[in-house]
């Protein structure tokens, strides 16, 4: 028989909500109380989001505040992303589960295909990107202006950013796919040494990412993509779906969650 996961849907909230429910599924998947579970959802508020390790030194306060945007950290590592027009997904699974390589790299290979599939099914042929070994450490405060093993790419653009954490006995990963990019907007939430090197990187990140409407030069309804990646992960996955709605309680231990741990867990500046 074909296994069930769950698919949660959960449409737009504010950074904290979203944030603490990914961690939430995380915790009741590890109780036993869901199965593997995928979701899909939206942000209510432009969002920076940072690594869990990243240092907010990167950081460019007065330009969250100019747009408004929210600041959150998240529970996996890597580079800080702007959520703004964008479909999000995560996925909790037990690490032990037979889908799952050991390797955070292989198992980015198994379940990044249900993104590949994804826009695919946009008419975007997006391939792996595979990066050639070099010495040193070429790190960027931006995530979308570096792809990492096995994130996909369209004509050498990264088209996609993901990251993963393995806590419980669990396996976390969510991404972001951009449907459109506020390049103006994300450059003006880091700092830089000068409006001039700002403006340099601005320029140059044109060739380093791209956005399903850029691809494509159609506009997509946030429905429109995530019935496209719905079926991707269904393909890919080779499993299937039944729709899950959390009850009262779960809400209530999400909220709390996210007043504890993720309501602007950095304070803006002046």
């Not at 998947?29 to 940072?50: A, C, M, V």
């Not at 590949?116 to 975007?124: A, F, R, T």
């Not at 320029?203 to 409407?213: H, P, V």
Request: with cysteine.
């Amino acid at each position: 028989m074909q296994e069930t996961w769950n698919i949660l849907k959960t449409d737009f909230h504010e950074a904290s909500i979203n944030m603490a429910l990914d961690e939430a599924l995380l915790r009741w998947h590890s109780e036993g109380k869901i199965p593997p579970t995928l979701r899909f959802y939206g942000w209510s508020t432009p969002t920076l989001s940072l690594g869990h390790f990243q240092k907010e030194k990167s950081i460019h306060f007065p330009g969250l505040e100019k747009h408004g945007c929210q600041l959150v950290r998240r529970l996996t590592g890597g580079s800080a992303v702007l959520h703004d027009d964008e479909l999000t997904y995560s996925i909790v699974v037990s690490e032990s589960h037979p889908k799952i390589p050991k390797t955070i790299r292989e198992a980015y290979h198994v379940l990044s295909q249900g993104i590949k599939v994804g826009y695919k099914n946009l008419g975007i042929e997006a391939e792996y990107f595979i990066p050639e070994r070099k010495k040193g450490k070429n790190r960027t405060a931006v995530c979308f202006e570096k792809p990492a093993f096995y994130e996909l790419v369209v004509d050498g653009k990264k088209v996609s950013g993901n990251a993963q954490t393995r806590q419980k006995g669990v396996l976390l990963q969510h991404g972001s796919i951009p449907i459109t990019m506020n390049e103006d907007m994300l450059f003006d939430l880091f700092a830089f040494p000068s409006e001039r090197k700002r403006e340099v990187n601005r320029r140059a990140f044109r060739q380093k990412a791209t956005t399903i409407e850029q691809i494509t030069g159609k506009r997509y309804t946030y429905k429109e993509v995530q019935e496209a990646f719905y079926n991707g992960f269904q393909s890919s996955l080779g499993v299937s779906f039944k729709p899950f709605e959390l009850d009262d309680n779960q809400w209530e231990e999400v909220y709390q969650l996210a007043k504890e741990k993720y309501k602007q867990t950095i304070p803006v500046q002046h």
